[in-house]
């Protein structure tokens, strides 16, 4: 890879140089025999104001640019710099459609050399990478990036990202070159010229197959693991797991482990529970490090019964976790080795013989090009092929459930059969002695034909609070209007180069009487009346939306109750058109169905790609099955034990409609279909117990305190040195006045405890309209102004991306709703403020929550001790979490709400958490109490 790149970055006044947006910095990076030979930089005077906006993402203003140069008293030396060159940018299109209007407006012809985007090879070469955001990319690889958005600084750190990322081209076997260069041409860069000047480098000596890879039908692929289960060391255990937890197995390789008293007292309960075949819930605070409590007792039972045992979470964070610190972290304490596996449902895996299938096709789509490219570098990596492994777009993801692992009806799978990932997945699970799934796969094993888990009786489920909500999932339904549209496209009009088409052109060419087939012409006219009757149906469930909506989450969207009740206009209007969709249905079903079988008659004669088709729509008919028997039962029946609703997206309308349906009650079928039939269930969290009771949990599950093993583990952490707790007098009551009074009373008292933390503070809400009018009115203020403002659903990024902003910046903000109120860990001197803005209650008219306190009042209960407070009180306790992390963290928690100290029932939100002194006190002696404590 001999070849001159000029890596560049620009800064500019916009985003548009048509409309007359300028370069305000030019920087550059010779890249020569892959070695950094050259570096250029210098601002650039615009002519024009630099805006507000780009001053403050950049630091450069109008003053720093004025003495500058203009562009074309330096465009000469950037038209030598880029001759014989490749032009390199993160972001390509964006950098040289400046560079263009520039150069020509300087009288030069322009750049038309080739081209390379560090933001596409990157997601080719780094499929598994979390982002490739420049900043959090050159961070993930250990690259140094202290000035983002300094064109001089981007700049180096792209040329880094060039020389890593050409390395790793360069190492690629030949057959995985070979299929990059066929797929590349498609693509916005030329990286097809390099391609095939690595193929030809690459076919010119022998080049031996790395060891820990192996070309199998011309694809490379990293050789599994032995899929029998990890090594087993064995050493036979001359004590009880009683014995040795005597003295923490201290005498067993424990000698440099923390001895926790909290987590002792899990072990012991989970060890009791587990031998004693009895169910256990177990509370353990913050600090008890219940990963390792529950797991080496689990371990030692499982070795000694010869019993697996089942460890199901909710998040994949904490089942990586598990996999990949805590049961290493065991296998260097024990005398054995723990023999751990990880199992995922079906589609989660790839199927090779799909993948093959495709890769055979002419490629014109470039999501799926880059997809397949994508793929084929993860296939060089990774051991378990699994899609969560891999960053996709969303065009990716379309593509990934055309050759995810299913159930094959016409493609042999002989060839792959030794090397499919799923088989190996579940042999490795079949031979563990722990295996670690989700919620979701374990409720599905409950109720599946099929088992999908090895056979079990004893099972740990850790994040157990999510553990109702995912039974309720699990149970429930979908009815989305973009899923149906996306398959109904796959299958489509037999004019349109889709499914169908390319098997009726297969077809066409054999003749079988016996089969009746449908007509192409009529086929498409059914077809088009689906389409119609889907549309129509959408858009009268949009109607019956906006006019019962009154609950609004995020910006434009909608959730509002849906019922089938006979008085209302708009459900019998949903109703008729429901009937046209499921009559169309039927007959698109009747149709594919003749194709298939027509198909299957003809199966031996078919060549395998034509058999990947027939594969393809044999896995649209239950799709299409299960859609017509949602129709029936969210739209033409009374579903009384269930409650279903709408959300939608103003914005996109029809695209981003959904109708969802989940059982009002979950627990008698998780009793009957899970805790009925299994010896030993052990459900922990940090959240499960209300005001020092485990009854609404118990009452959630269908359990009785006689039934299970209560536990409660307080946090090791000392709660009264490491927290301050102040809840303001001089807020106003949240309900006793309009939402912009109050949100203008919370910002006053928001800058002025962020100036006296110095930022590092996170700020909880209820609803995302109360967060974006405060962000927006602190912004106004202009008081915050040297402050970094990250807001969920306005700064754009994932939870962890702005999670991870906010760490990068010393005084910053963070403002968070929903899913911030958990999982958000920021340990140390990052977070020293956590302020609660409202007390959790759901509001009363959304959807799920008006349905279930219906359903308790209906009963004789009380629904808002039986069911609102408690889930307020849970939801409390997780936002409580965040602030103390470790034994060093200190910190300030603020609730505005003042219902936690003057209602009675505030009492259960205090009692609910670590006891801690509350102070209530003015905004001039809480700044004068954090000034003195922090």
Not at 516 to 533: C, D, G, Q, V
Request: glycine share 4%.
């Amino acid at each position: 890879m001999s070849n001159k790149y000029v890596v560049v970055d620009l800064e500019t006044t916009g985003n548009a140089p048509k409309k007359g947006d300028k370069i305000i910095q030019f920087a550059a990076v010779v890249i020569e025999d892959g070695k950094i030979t050259k570096e250029y930089s210098s601002l650039v005077n615009p002519n024009q104001p630099i805006p507000l906006f780009i001053e403050e993402l950049t630091g450069l203003t109008d003053q720093m640019v004025k003495t500058a140069p203009f562009f074309s008293e330096i465009a000469e030396e950037i038209n030598d710099l880029l001759e014989d060159a490749y032009f390199v940018a993160h972001n390509v299109l964006f950098d040289l459609s400046f560079l263009q209007e520039e150069l020509i407006n300087a009288g030069y012809i322009g750049f038309y050399g080739p081209v390379l985007d560090t933001v596409e090879l990157a997601r080719i070469l780094l499929p598994s990478a979390d982002s490739y955001k420049l900043s959090e990319l050159s961070q993930s690889i250990g690259i140094i990036h202290d000035r983002p958005h300094q064109a001089d600084s981007d700049s180096y750190a792209t040329a880094e990202l060039l020389l890593l990322l050409l390395n790793k081209l360069q190492k690629l076997p030949k057959e995985t070159i070979k299929q990059l260069f066929r797929l590349s041409g498609g693509l916005k860069s030329d990286l097809y010229t390099l391609l095939e000047e690595l193929l030809q480098q690459k076919e010119t000596k022998l080049e031996e197959t790395p060891p820990m890879l192996e070309i199998f039908r011309g694809i490379a692929i990293c050789k599994q693991e032995d899929s029998e289960g990890s090594s087993n060391n064995e050493t036979e255990l001359d004590e009880t797991f009683e014995q040795l937890n005597k003295e923490l197995v201290l005498n067993k390789g424990f000698e440099r482990y923390e001895k926790r008293e909290g987590q002792l007292t899990m072990m012991n309960s989970v060890n009791h529970a587990l031998r004693s075949s009895k169910h256990a819930l177990i509370e353990a605070g913050t600090g008890v490090g219940k990963s390792i409590a529950y797991l080496l007792p689990a371990v030692y039972y499982g070795r000694e019964t010869q019993k697996p045992i089942i460890i199901s979470t909710y998040t994949t964070q904490l089942q990586d976790q598990l996999l990949t610190n805590d049961i290493p972290k065991l296998n260097k304490m024990l005398p054995f080795q723990v023999d751990a596996a990880l199992i995922k449902g079906r589609g989660h895996y790839i199927s090779m013989e799909k993948f093959e299938h495709t890769l055979k096709e002419r490629e014109d789509n470039y999501d799926t090009a880059l997809t397949k490219m994508q793929i084929l570098v993860w296939l060089t990596e990774t051991k378990t092929g699994d899609v969560d492994e891999l960053n996709l777009s969303s065009g990716g993801s379309l593509f990934w459930s055309r050759i995810k692992n299913d159930l094959n009806v016409f493609i042999e799978t002989k060839e792959w059969k030794s090397r499919d990932f799923y088989s190996s997945a579940k042999k490795r699970a079949n031979g563990a002695s722990v295996i670690i799934t989700n919620h979701s796969l374990l409720l599905s094993d409950l109720t599946s034909e099929k088992a999908l888990l090895p056979k079990y009786q004893h099972v740990v489920v850790d994040e157990a609070h999510h553990f109702v909500k995912a039974a309720g999932k699990h149970l429930g339904k979908r009815f989305d209007y973009l899923t149906i549209r996306i398959l109904l496209s796959q299958i489509g009009l037999l004019e349109q180069n889709q499914l169908l088409n390319k098997l009726e052109k297969r077809l066409s060419k054999q003749s079988i009487h016996s089969v009746k087939t449908i007509h192409p012409l009529e086929f498409s006219r059914l077809m088009t009346a689906l389409t119609e009757s889907m549309d129509e149906l959408f858009k009268m469930i949009g109607i019956y939306a906006k006019r019962h909506s009154s609950v609004k989450s995020h910006q434009n969207k909608i959730k509002v109750l849906y019922e089938n009740a006979g008085h209302i206009k708009e459900s019998q209007y949903v109703k008729a058109n429901a009937e046209r969709f499921l009559f169309s249905l039927i007959d698109v079903l009747h149709a594919v169905n003749g194709t298939l079988e027509r198909a299957a008659l003809l199966k031996d004669f078919l060549a395998p790609e034509e058999k990947i088709l027939l594969e393809e729509t044999a896995m649209s008919v239950p799709k299409l099955e299960e859609i017509a028997s949602m129709t029936r039962s969210l739209f033409l029946r009374d579903e009384e034990d269930s409650v279903i609703w709408i959300e939608m997206d103003q914005r996109a309308a029809q695209n981003a409609t959904s109708v969802l349906a989940e059982p009002i009650e979950t627990s008698a079928h998780l009793k009957d279909r899970f805790f009925a039939v299994k010896e030993s269930v052990v459900l922990t969290s940090a959240t499960l117990v209300v005001d020092h009771s485990f009854q609404y949990i118990l009452n959630q599950i269908g359990l009785t305190k006689e039934e299970c093993l209560l536990n409660q583990i307080p946090s090791p952490f000392q709660y009264k040195k490491q927290m301050k707790l102040v809840v303001p007098t001089d807020l106003p009551e949240i309900n006793a006045v309009p939402l912009e009074d109050y949100v203008a009373s919370i910002t006053e008292h928001i800058i002025t405890i962020s100036e006296a933390t110095k930022g590092r503070m996170l700020i909880l809400f209820t609803s995302y309209e109360m967060l974006r009018k405060t962000y927006e009115l602190i912004k106004e203020s202009g008081l915050l102004e040297g402050y970094a403002l990250f807001a969920q659903g306005i700064s754009g990024g994932s939870r962890t991306r702005l999670t991870r902003n906010f760490q990068r910046f010393e005084k910053s903000i963070l403002f968070g709703t929903s899913s911030f109120w958990e999982g958000v860990d920021i340990p140390g001197d990052d977070l020293s403020c956590l302020i609660i803005v409202r007390l959790p209650f759901t509001p009363p008219d959304e959807p799920i929550h008006a349905k279930k306190s219906e359903h308790i009042r209906k009963q004789g209960g009380n629904s808002f001790y039986e069911y609102s407070l408690p889930e307020a009180v849970l939801r409390f306790k997780q936002g409580f979490g965040r602030l103390i992390r470790t034994e060093q963290d200190r910190g300030f928690i603020l609730v505005f709400d003042r219902r936690i100290v003057t209602t009675k029932y505030g009492r259960a939100f205090l009692e609910s958490v670590p006891a801690i002194d509350v102070q209530e006190k003015n905004i001039n002696e809480t700044v004068q109490l954090i000034e003195k404590w922090l």
